[in-house]
């Protein structure tokens, strides 16, 4: 019997930050702001635009792995940028 679980099923109480406001190069310098476990998931999703399949094989980690890690710093920024 398979395993019908996905790793994108993480869901979180409150609504995901919007970022719109920020420029490309504001994102950048946020971005690089982060600690550094959480640099890589936010550059590949929020500057370079991959999808998180990619960006998760890429740095080898679970999709709801890197699912949260993007959360952390979307909220990151939003709270350093408010």
Excluded at 11 to 16: I, K, L, P, R, Y
Excluded at 42 to 65: F, K, N, P, Y
Excluded at 67 to 75: F, P
């Amino acid at each position: 019997m398979q395993n019908r679980e996905f790793d994108l099923d993480v869901t979180f109480e409150e609504v995901d930050p919007d970022l719109s406001h920020l420029s490309e190069a504001e994102l950048a310098a946020e971005i690089a702001k982060l600690p550094a476990a959480l640099q890589p998931v936010a550059t590949g999703i929020l500057i370079e635009h991959r999808t998180m399949s990619d960006v998760s094989q890429a740095l080898a980690i679970r999709q709801a792995v890197l699912v949260r890690e993007l959360h952390r710093a979307k909220t990151s920024i939003a709270e350093a940028t408010a």
